[in-house]
């Protein structure tokens, strides 16, 4: 049983172009969470979304970040116009239904270079 | 001030020694998870805690929530080499799905 899949696993943009990150939940997982990880702090929390939905993004930076989990295919985390407080290490987790009452797999991690 | 407070930040044991890091919320939790990570890797799942009282083990790794679900610990029994990196403990306060991660706790073993 495959655990949670991050690509790209390293991930180099230079300032202004857009960076994608995927993620493809557990088998059974319905439950999607992007958390970031920057520098000298701690992880963070980003997103939380279940199949076409967004439940809860209130740790999403207002603009330039995006992210999306469609009905077919991974979850997708979007960054327009990157700059260099964007490099960080940005993590995908996946859970069976509320993190309340189950367990939530993190996947290894896309690690971001904005040059 | 941080909303979830680990300590140590870091700990350097021998090898065979046992070690507690502890997890303090200001807030109750509905859950506690406690998770490791290798520099430059994922954090891999150890033990979630929901209930008061409860304690939960895996081979020498034992967690422990109290009964008013505001502090958690972890012990190592007997450390290895194996059980270096970070240790995080992240909580669950509203059900809601989010987790909100503590500053870690760098455990070294020394041979």
């Known amino acids: 049983n495959a655990g949670v899949m991050q690509n790209p696993r390293h991930l180099v943009r230079r300032r202004g172009q857009e960076a994608r990150l995927r993620c493809s939940p557990m088998k059974g997982h319905s439950h999607v969470y992007w958390y970031r990880q920057l520098p000298e702090e701690g992880l963070k929390f980003m997103v939380y979304?279940?199949?076409?939905?967004?439940?809860?993004e209130s740790g999403m930076p207002k603009e330039r970040f995006s992210a999306e989990f469609p009905k077919e295919g991974p979850s997708i985390l979007r960054i327009q116009q990157v700059v260099r407080g964007d490099s960080a290490a940005y993590f995908c987790?996946?859970?069976?239904?509320?993190?309340?009452?189950?367990?939530?797999?993190f996947g290894p991690g896309t690690r971001l270079t904005v040059t | 001030s941080q909303e979830l407070e680990q300590s140590p930040q870091s700990l350097i044991v021998q090898e065979g020694k046992n070690l507690t890091i502890n997890c303090t919320s200001s807030?109750?939790?509905?859950?506690l998870y406690w998770y490791k990570q290798k520099y430059g890797e994922g954090l891999i799942f150890l033990m979630m805690l929901q209930k008061g009282g409860e304690e939960k083990s895996h081979e020498k790794i034992t967690a422990k929530l109290d009964e008013k679900k505001q502090q958690s610990s972890l012990h190592i029994t007997a450390s290895q080499p194996s059980h270096a990196g970070i240790y995080l403990c992240?909580?669950?306060?509203?059900?809601?799905?989010?987790?909100?991660f503590g500053q870690g706790t760098e455990l070294s073993v020394k041979p």
């Open positions: 992240g909580a669950d306060r509203s059900q809601g799905g989010k987790l909100i």
């Open positions: 807030k109750t939790l509905y859950g």
């Open positions: 987790a996946s859970s069976r239904r509320l993190a309340g009452g189950d367990e939530q797999y």
């Open positions: 979304l279940q199949k076409e939905n967004i439940i809860d």
